[in-house]
Structure formats: structure tokens, C-alpha cells
């Protein structure tokens, strides 16, 4: 089965900061990559799907890229409620695998 | 609006079984292929299982295939996982989710989730 990663774990920013997270598959996925934005207690809420479109409704400051093995999601001008763990998930074809996450929190 | 209401959850004790129900509603259920997800207590997302729109076509993690069933009635717009042979390690919120038509494995709409704890 096809692995996820995703780096870096977590990382620190502040208010206005651009943060990039990479996610990479061990395999070529093609675009079918998506990313969720998840807060505790909360459902997660798909930002991205086919790597780079951007979900109804989700702020343009985030936006995503990349194919095959590497991806990256961008948030742009972070604001506070952009404070979360995100997480990529492999898509196309079973098993519809999750990166481990990334935990963004307030430098 | 598109609902996802699961419903189900609760303790049981290690080799036990449960079911989960998913109820949705503000589409057409019978149309989208239907997914669980959970997240077990300081851990990340965990895809569980994925079900066609028809019922015909069924996928599993594999480390969960023989002990998780995922079934659904359309006529009832409702998703159903069975889970038996219950471990501490399967303690977890369990998420229903709907994909994008035509699906791909993508999950836009999500439920609050159902918990599940097994303990002794």
C-alpha cells in the first residue's frame, strides 16, 4: 500500500506568517491528494482535493499544488482560526490512506 | 444542507461488538459513496472503510478487514459499521463521511462523530 508523510510535524508561526506544509507519497498518487483542516472537537473540513482545488467555501488563502509523490499546502496570511492540525490523504483508489498530520500552533 | 448524524457509540468491553449507524439527510443518499473515519485519543485520522453508492463495491484498511463490516440501506439513508472482536486499540471517535460525485475517496461532508471506547 501506498505510505504518507507528511512534514514537518508541527510547527510555530504567528498572525500574518505564510506557512507551507509538504506532504509526500510513496508512490506516484497522480492529483489525488487532498487536505483537511482539523480542530479538537470539531468534524475535519476538506480544504483541498485534487491537490489544488479549492473546496466551496474554504478562504483562498490557502491553496494547494504539486503531483505525483511531493504536495504542498500553502496558508497565506494566517489568521487565528487557521491555528490546527492538517492532514493530507492519499485519494483516487483504496486504501484512502492520511499523512500523519501537522500541528500548526502560535509561535 | 448536507447532515451526517452517527449514532451508536459507547463502552464495551474488549471482544465485544457494536454497531454504528450513520443517518444522512439534504441529499440524495442513494447516490454517494459513503466512507468511516476515526481518530483514536492523541492520534491522527484513520480511514476505516469505504462503501459504493449501490452497496457493491466495499474497501477496508486492511488491518481491520474481518472484524469491521460497513453496510448501508439506502431505503433508510442510513451507513452502518459493524465492529466485533473489539480491541483497546480500536477506542476512537468514528466519523461518517460523504465523497464528491463521482467518487474518488474524498470526504467534504463529515458527521460530529460517535465515540467508542472499549475497556475492561
Redesign the interface.
Given at each position: 500500500?501506498i505510505q504518507m508523510t507528511q512534514s514537518p510535524s508541527s510547527l510555530s508561526a504567528s498572525v500574518g506568517d505564510r506557512v507551507t506544509v509538504t506532504c509526500r507519497a510513496n508512490q506516484d498518487i497522480g492529483f489525488?491528494l487532498?487536505w483537511?483542516q482539523?480542530k479538537p472537537g470539531?468534524?475535519?473540513?476538506?480544504l483541498i482535493?485534487g491537490a489544488s482545488a479549492l473546496?466551496s467555501g474554504v478562504p483562498s488563502r490557502f491553496s494547494g499544488s504539486g503531483s505525483g509523490t511531493e504536495f504542498t499546502l500553502t496558508i497565506n496570511n494566517l489568521q487565528p482560526e487557521d491555528f490546527a492540525?492538517y492532514?493530507c490523504?492519499?485519494?483516487?483508489?483504496?486504501?484512502?490512506?492520511?499523512?500523519?498530520?501537522t500541528k500548526v500552533d502560535l509561535k | 444542507d448536507v447532515q451526517l448524524v452517527e449514532s451508536g457509540g459507547g463502552l464495551v468491553k474488549p471482544g465485544g461488538s457494536l454497531r454504528l449507524s450513520c443517518t444522512g439527510s439534504g441529499f440524495t443518499f442513494s447516490s454517494y459513496s459513503m466512507?468511516w473515519?476515526r481518530q483514536a485519543p492523541q492520534k491522527?485520522?484513520?480511514?476505516v472503510a469505504?462503501i459504493s453508492n449501490t452497496g457493491s463495491n466495499i474497501?477496508y484498511?486492511?488491518s481491520l478487514k474481518g472484524r469491521f463490516t460497513v453496510s448501508r440501506d439506502n431505503a433508510r439513508n442510513t451507513l452502518y459499521l459493524e465492529l466485533k472482536q473489539l480491541r483497546v486499540e480500536d477506542t476512537a471517535v468514528y466519523?461518517c463521511t460523504r465523497d464528491?460525485r463521482p467518487p474518488?475517496?474524498?470526504?467534504?461532508h463529515?458527521?460530529?462523530?460517535t465515540q467508542v471506547t472499549v475497556s475492561s
Amino acid at each position: 500500500d501506498i505510505q504518507m508523510t507528511q512534514s514537518p510535524s508541527s510547527l510555530s508561526a504567528s498572525v500574518g506568517d505564510r506557512v507551507t506544509v509538504t506532504c509526500r507519497a510513496n508512490q506516484d498518487i497522480g492529483f489525488y491528494l487532498a487536505w483537511y483542516q482539523h480542530k479538537p472537537g470539531t468534524a475535519p473540513k476538506l480544504l483541498i482535493y485534487g491537490a489544488s482545488a479549492l473546496q466551496s467555501g474554504v478562504p483562498s488563502r490557502f491553496s494547494g499544488s504539486g503531483s505525483g509523490t511531493e504536495f504542498t499546502l500553502t496558508i497565506n496570511n494566517l489568521q487565528p482560526e487557521d491555528f490546527a492540525v492538517y492532514y493530507c490523504q492519499k485519494c483516487g483508489s483504496a486504501p484512502y490512506t492520511f499523512g500523519p498530520g501537522t500541528k500548526v500552533d502560535l509561535k | 444542507d448536507v447532515q451526517l448524524v452517527e449514532s451508536g457509540g459507547g463502552l464495551v468491553k474488549p471482544g465485544g461488538s457494536l454497531r454504528l449507524s450513520c443517518t444522512g439527510s439534504g441529499f440524495t443518499f442513494s447516490s454517494y459513496s459513503m466512507s468511516w473515519v476515526r481518530q483514536a485519543p492523541q492520534k491522527g485520522l484513520e480511514w476505516v472503510a469505504s462503501i459504493s453508492n449501490t452497496g457493491s463495491n466495499i474497501d477496508y484498511e486492511d488491518s481491520l478487514k474481518g472484524r469491521f463490516t460497513v453496510s448501508r440501506d439506502n431505503a433508510r439513508n442510513t451507513l452502518y459499521l459493524e465492529l466485533k472482536q473489539l480491541r483497546v486499540e480500536d477506542t476512537a471517535v468514528y466519523h461518517c463521511t460523504r465523497d464528491f460525485r463521482p467518487p474518488r475517496g474524498y470526504s467534504p461532508h463529515w458527521g460530529q462523530g460517535t465515540q467508542v471506547t472499549v475497556s475492561s
